[in-house]
C-alpha cells in the first residue's frame, strides 16, 4: 500500500477576539517515495537565500519579498499537495481559546483521510511541536470524534509531533502556512501572489477547492472580506 508524509504546522493566535482574526493548520502532503527528494529541495533553497542547509527555514525570519517569493516559486513546482484550514477566530462563540488547535484540527484530519483514501494509501503525520500539544490527548480526540468528522483512523498509519529543526518539510508547513497568513492578514496583491504559484498544489476535488484544499471555518456564515477577496484573486469557485 502507498504512504504518504503528512507535515503539520500552524500560523496565527488562536486566543478569541484578542489573538490574531485567522487561525490556520497547514498540511503539506508528500509521497513517501518522494520525500527525500523534495527535503533535498528545501536545502536548495536554503543555499539560493544563503541560509546555511543544517539552519531552521523559518519563514517570519527570511528577509526580503524576493525571497520570500522564490520560496513560493519553488514550492508551486514540488510535487506535494496542500490543505489548509483557516479559523475565523471572530465567529467562534462556543470554542474555548485553548481547545481550538485540537477542535479545528479535526477537519484537517478529516480531508487528509480523504485524500489518502482515494489515493488507496495511509499517512504518516507528522506534526509541528508547540506549548501545549499532546500526542495522547490528539489521538483521543481523533479516536473520539471519528464520526463528527469522519476520520478514517485506519488511514492514519503514524502520528508523531517534532520540533521544526528536526524535519525540513515541517519547515516547508511553515512557510505555506504562514504565506496564506500574511495574504489574509495584509490583503493586498503583493502578498496573496505568494498564494497564487500554491493554488495548483491545493487539495480539490472535482475541480473544488474550497471545502478541500481550502476549508474556511465557520462554514454557515460569510466569509470576511480578507478570505472573500482572496479566493476571488486566486479565480476559486463558491
Given amino acids: 500500500m502507498e504512504e504518504y508524509n503528512v507535515y503539520i504546522d500552524e500560523s496565527g493566535d488562536e486566543g478569541i477576539r484578542k489573538g490574531s482574526k485567522y487561525f490556520i493548520l497547514t498540511a503539506v502532503l508528500v509521497n513517501k517515495k518522494k520525500d527525500l527528494g523534495i527535503s533535498k529541495c528545501v536545502d536548495i533553497i536554503k543555499e539560493n537565500i544563503e541560509i546555511n542547509v543544517k539552519s531552521q527555514l523559518h519563514w517570519n525570519l527570511i528577509k ?119 495574504a489574509l492578514k495584509y490583503n493586498d496583491e503583493k502578498h496573496k501572489r505568494y498564494i497564487s504559484y500554491l493554488k495548483p498544489k491545493f487539495y480539490s476535488y472535482k475541480g473544488k477547492y474550497l471545502g478541500y484544499g481550502l476549508k474556511y471555518v465557520p462554514g454557515n456564515v460569510e466569509f470576511l472580506k480578507e478570505f472573500e477577496e482572496l479566493i476571488i484573486y486566486l479565480d476559486i469557485k463558491k
Fill in 64 to 182: 526580503g519579498y524576493p525571497n520570500k517569493l522564490m520560496i513560493m516559486t519553488n514550492v508551486g513546482e514540488m510535487d506535494i499537495t496542500i490543505i489548509n484550514i483557516i479559523v475565523d477566530t471572530t465567529k467562534m462563540k462556543f470554542i474555548k481559546a485553548d481547545e481550538i488547535y485540537y477542535h479545528f484540527s479535526g477537519y484537517l484530519y478529516e480531508r487528509i483521510c480523504w485524500f489518502v483514501r482515494d489515493k488507496k494509501a495511509v499517512a504518516n503525520i507528522n506534526i509541528s511541536s508547540r506549548g501545549n500539544l499532546s500526542k495522547e490527548k490528539l489521538m483521543n480526540f481523533i479516536k473520539t470524534n471519528t464520526n463528527k468528522f469522519k476520520i478514517d483512523i485506519n488511514k492514519i498509519k503514524n502520528l508523531k509531533i517534532y520540533p521544526n529543526s528536526q524535519k525540513k518539510l515541517l519547515q516547508l508547513a511553515d512557510c505555506c502556512c504562514s504565506a496564506l497568513g500574511q
